[in-house]
């Protein structure tokens, strides 16, 4: 990640703009959202290569910074939301698309249906994802 950094330094042009956005692992909630609000059901569990992988983001640009490549102007997180219709799209979904970097642990999986089944008729299931988003001035 580091070589990259370095490389994309490169191309910038003088006092050119870095915008860092990704996922940051935290065992994102799992809720039930209707029109009358949103009901936690549980939270996902990180897998240690999911967490290694924002462990190696977050070392990476430490690095870039203590070189002087890059100096951080600003950081904000924010919620991304993953929905789906049913509780089953979801963990079909996660099945084949997060199986090496989130758990959908079989209780958590229990709690969503029991609350999308007890919830209005335009419930939905999402995945409340936390995101970073940090801009980079070239140094």
Known sequence: MVHALDEIRR???PNGVLIDIRPVE???PVEVNASTGYQVAGRLTDLPVAVADDEAAFRAMREAESRRWYIKEKEEEFAF???W???SEMKEFMDEEWEDFEKLEESVFSAV???W???NADARVR???KMLITRWRKL
């Open 127 to 129: 995945v409340r994802v």
């Open 117 to 119: 089944t007890m919830a």
């Open 11 to 13: 191309t910038l042009k």
């Open 113 to 115: 249906k029991s609350a």
């Open 81 to 83: 939301f993953y929905y």
């Open 26 to 28: 935290e065992n994102w």
């Open 85 to 87: 219709d049913t509780p």
